[in-house]
């Protein structure tokens, strides 16, 4: 009784310095006492003389099944509470466990710090599984402090130090937010709490160091791991295989590749990769190609990233043929092609004007089911803009969208800039029009171009048109854009339009101006954001 005494009372410490006071709303309403929900049921017993029929007793399981079912996160705070208020009735593990992780997912952090404060008062045991599983959360929203706040809560809630398995998730979410700080504090207290490193623990370590480009201590760890008899497995040295070839240090990478084989380490498709993407970042890709030999050889058939990785390799280095090669290789072998070997050889063929077999090859894609992607979409319209085929680079933007494949701002600025740069005005005036509205606007540099290329071919009225559009939106041309402009409606002796231009361009700027100070996210500056 004085254990549960003492470890209530150390979780409500924890729980009132981990947190803030302004959070303690996010918990609708604090659960009544027993004897008020029972008075208020009293009261409530009858309705216009007659009797109100019982209600049924909410059980942890109706409780669990009524949050998951609910989506609004905040019904299901009310259901959570409402359930706490009945008599008889606590909240365990489970229900906790479940209410949290529906906040959580809403991103409701702040009703998350109140439920853990709740906890703090409860007498049920939890498991470490709660806090794991907030760490996965805390991690898709980017809050490295969170996680870390989350491993050192087990202790004073599970009354139990963290487990390996909470260990390794911490540093692991950790390394992948790249706070060495705090994984690195988290390994500093490992003797105080008592924590003898496994080997996965281990392998944790090692790519901690090979992040941080530290080889040496990244091998102290590997000697650490032989002096405690703890066994290197297959990813220990594919985490130190990759440090290696991410330092250019390729002989060391194969050393310790030999040094796996003879260890009777058999290596898997993922260390066979380290190699071959680093053989290619390195220009040697007729090393790769031996590598991926020597997996054959040794019975390891190659995945799509070993077949991805060489084939970017070949790309790179301008052997299109040996890709292609490569690629039907890779149809063959039963593997599934995805989006990014397509697009690695379409970009390699577009980059040598072979833009025909580009556009059969993302025709194969959609007949393959393959989603095209916007990436694709780009490398497609810088291709066929290089070769001024801007009909076909036009048709992609206007029909692209309708079959599904969302454009970004890019895949209409290429295209713009090219037909600026080719002086294709008419089409550029087609483009700017489908941009605006799509709610698109041209980058800044792009806009100006567009204003001088119409100017230089005369076309006051086209570029009158498209500085009152571009106005509009924020725009503020330099003085290259808009004096020519002017200069071109004075010429046409139309000087009170070049006064009426000059008038609006000083409203469009103070509207502008206007909005942007009163808080509108509509900018539009030179530097196009």
Request: glycine share 6%; proline share 3%.
């Amino acid at each position: 009784m004085k254990n549960s005494t003492r470890t209530l009372r150390r979780r409500q410490s924890i729980s009132r310095s981990l947190v803030s006071p302004r959070n303690n709303g996010a918990v609708k309403s604090a659960p009544k006492t027993n004897s008020l929900a029972a008075m208020e049921d009293d009261r409530s017993s009858t309705v216009e003389g007659r009797e109100r029929p019982p209600t049924k007793f909410r059980t942890h399981e109706a409780t669990i099944k009524l949050i998951r079912n609910e989506r609004d996160p905040q019904r299901a705070l009310d259901v959570f509470n409402k359930s706490k208020s009945q008599r008889g009735f606590s909240h365990n593990h489970s229900t906790y466990f479940t209410i949290l992780d529906k906040l959580a997912r809403a991103k409701r952090f702040n009703a998350v710090d109140g439920i853990i404060k709740q906890m703090s008062f409860e007498s049920c045991r939890f498991h470490e599984s709660i806090f794991l599983n907030l760490m996965a959360h805390y991690s898709s929203s980017s809050l490295p402090e969170k996680i870390f706040d989350s491993f050192y809560l087990i202790q004073p809630f599970i009354r139990e130090r963290p487990s390996l398995r909470a260990l390794s998730t911490s540093l692991n979410l950790l390394l992948e937010c790249h706070r060495f700080d705090l994984a690195q504090r988290i390994l500093s207290d490992m003797p105080n709490l008592k924590l003898a490193p496994n080997t996965c623990i281990f392998n944790i370590m090692l790519k901690y160091h090979c992040r941080k480009r530290d080889l040496d201590a990244a091998f102290g760890v590997l000697e650490q791991m032989r002096r405690k008899k703890c066994a290197p497995n297959v990813i220990t040295y594919s985490t130190m295989m990759a440090g290696l070839c991410d330092a250019g240090r390729l002989k060391d990478a194969v050393q310790m590749f030999e040094e796996m084989i003879k260890g009777k380490i058999l290596p898997d498709q993922m260390t066979y990769n380290v190699l071959i993407s680093g053989f290619c970042r390195s220009a040697n890709v007729d090393g790769a190609k031996r590598i991926m030999d020597f997996m054959r050889k040794n019975g390891c058939n190659p995945n799509v990233y070993n077949y991805s990785a060489l084939l970017n390799g070949l790309c790179k280095e301008g052997r299109v043929d040996e890709a292609i090669s490569m690629f039907e290789e890779m149809r063959s072998s039963g593997c599934k092609l995805d989006a990014v070997s397509y697009t690695t050889l379409v970009s390699c063929l577009c980059r040598i004007g072979r833009i025909d077999e580009a556009m059969a090859m993302v025709g194969e894609m959609k007949e393959r089911d393959c989603k095209v992607d916007t990436v694709m979409v780009n490398v497609l319209i810088g291709g066929l803009c290089r070769e001024s085929r801007f009909d076909e680079a036009m048709d992609i933007v206007e029909k692209m969208p309708r079959e599904g494949v969302r454009l970004n701002k890019g895949s209409y600025r290429i295209l713009l800039n090219f037909l600026c740069r080719e002086m294709e005005m008419d089409k550029g005036m087609v483009l700017l029009g489908l941009m605006l509205e799509r709610g698109v606007l041209p980058h800044y540099a792009t806009s100006n171009d567009l204003l001088i290329a119409l100017c230089k071919l005369g076309r006051s009225v086209d570029a009158t048109n498209a500085l009152y559009c571009l106005a509009e939106r924020g725009f503020v041309p330099e003085i290259d854009s808009w004096s020519p402009l002017v200069e071109l409606v004075r010429k046409e002796r139309k000087l009170v339009k070049a006064f009426e231009l000059l008038d609006d361009l000083v409203s469009a700027k103070l509207a502008f101006c206007s909005q942007h100070q009163s808080g509108d996210s509509g900018t539009f500056s030179p530097d196009g954001q």
